[in-house]
């Protein structure tokens, strides 16, 4: 009959159906009342208006007070990582892209080259899309979002579901900076809870551009979104101690960065590498920086993977909630931090050779350097691709010899491999907490994500005195060789 609705036969599904697309129209809204923030806040821009709004979202997490209760939260609502290391991390990882980004032009002319005739103009994206996982809750969503308002966009957050809590609180926080500096609340907001896979695919779908760091199965979607995409590879450190190396130190800057927030960190070491020349000299030395060493790999991975999945009562625990989950209270010593598992195998078959997200790390030996080099080449064929690996080494050439034998963006020399891969105040990396990988890893970057990733530029070209060159000059020396 003419003018009547068909209505599905369920209602239970015909509620679902409307639920599913009201869920969506919620991000439509929320996308187009961001590009509408944005489109002012580029047109009415200025250096001085982007730096301010950088300075009000950083400040909003740096805040003493706020940091702690966004650390508190985060480790409450996720059961991930540790408090005291969640605060250096909001605070460290704020305070060192604030300074990467201080002095960066990201509005207006930003270079003039007579000798090219090329003039470049500062462009904002638009609407930047990042879905941020719940290892970091607080920590990423800022770093996006002050490198987003830096380069003149709006940014809306998809985060975890365990993430929610943390971000809404970190937003809270950022739209009372704005309120005293009278910027736009709306340039920087999130996906409505609860979230779903629906909603985040919608926000792929419909921003400018994608922001990915988490799971592997969020970055295949961005990059098949149909959306420009930044998303990073899944991490599987592999950290090599051969024989020149100052062993006490190795010991304890691994140590250091394999236990930081309970090895949340995509850098955290999940396999060490040691020269047999070292091996028991180096093994003595971590167990006075808290790291046990399990022969018998059996009974570890029995525990650490009970139904094929990782055990939650271990990833990113405490030490002593890991031990206990894991049955070894009582075989190591009590100022055990984490355990060096002694292991051969590597593949899907070894799950030991890959990402644990736990004080647990895979303990490889090798007969020399080049075998340690081989066997981190086989772990990162099996996972961790294009990622970054560590060398302790006083041998110079190593490090260029491991950066050209493995598929790798980063080899870490001599330095606690959390601390430094995402930038650190005393290399010269940016700080980050999401590290492209490069082909290897399926990324469109090979560099850590930082704020010129967050910005186009526009060129103007004007004429300039002709530069062609003659044959000779580009062929004399293939001609020489090889003859016309």
Known sequence: MAGRVSRPANPVQ?????????????????????????????????QTRYDRAAQAAAWAIMEPSRNQHLAELAVETTGLGNVPDKITKNHRKTLGLMRDI?????????????????????????????????????????????????????????????GVPACEVLLDYIHAEF?????????????????????????????????????????????????????VGAGNVTVIVDETAD????????????????ATSCSSENAIVTVDAIHDQFMEELAKAGGAYVKDETNIVAK????GHLNRSVIAQDADKM??????????????????????????????????????????????????????????????????????STDAARAETLATAVPTCRVIVNQAHTFATGGSFTNGMPFSLSMGCGSWGGNSIDDNLHWRHFMQTTKVIREIPANEPKLGDIFADYWADAGK
Not at 247 to 262: G, P, R, Y
Not at 355 to 373: G, I, N, Q, T
Request: charged fraction near 20%; hydrophobic fraction near 40%; aromatic fraction near 4%.
């Open 102 to 162: 201080k002095d960066a032009k990201t509005f207006g002319v930003i270079s003039d080259d007579p000798k090219t005739g090329i003039t470049q103009i500062a462009r904002a994206m638009g609407v930047i899309g990042a879905v941020v996982p719940s290892t970091n809750p607080a920590a990423t969503p800022a770093n996006n979002i002050i490198n987003a308002l830096k380069c003149g966009n709006a940014i809306v957050l998809s985060p975890s579901p365990k």
């Open 323 to 392: 031990l206990d989950a894991l049955g070894m209270e009582n075989d190591v010593p009590a100022d055990t931090k984490f355990l060096a598992v002694e292991t051969t195998g590597i593949g899907p078959d070894h799950p030991l050779s890959g990402e644990k997200l736990s004080r647990v790390a895979a303990l490889y030996r090798a007969k020399d350097f080049a075998d340690a080099v081989a066997t981190t080449r086989k772990i990162l064929a099996h996972q961790g691709a294009g990622h970054s690996v560590g060398l302790h």
């Open 14 to 46: 015909g509620h679902e159906i409307m639920n599913a697309h009201d869920d969506l129209a919620q991000v439509d809204a929320i996308v187009a009342s961001a590009r509408k923030a944005q489109t002012a806040y580029e047109t009415n821009g200025s």
């Open 247 to 262: 062993l006490k130190a190795a010991a304890e800057k691994i140590t250091a960065s394999k236990t930081f927030d309970n």
């Open 179 to 231: 309120d005293k500096i009278g910027e736009d609340k709306a340039l920087v907001q999130m996906v409505p809870a609860p979230g779903s896979k629906d909603k985040t695919q919608r926000l792929l779908e419909i921003s400018d551009l994608i922001v990915v760091t988490g799971s592997q199965n969020n970055v295949k979607r961005a990059y098949t979104s149909g959306t420009p995409a930044l998303a």
């Open 304 to 307: 650490l993977w009970p139904d």
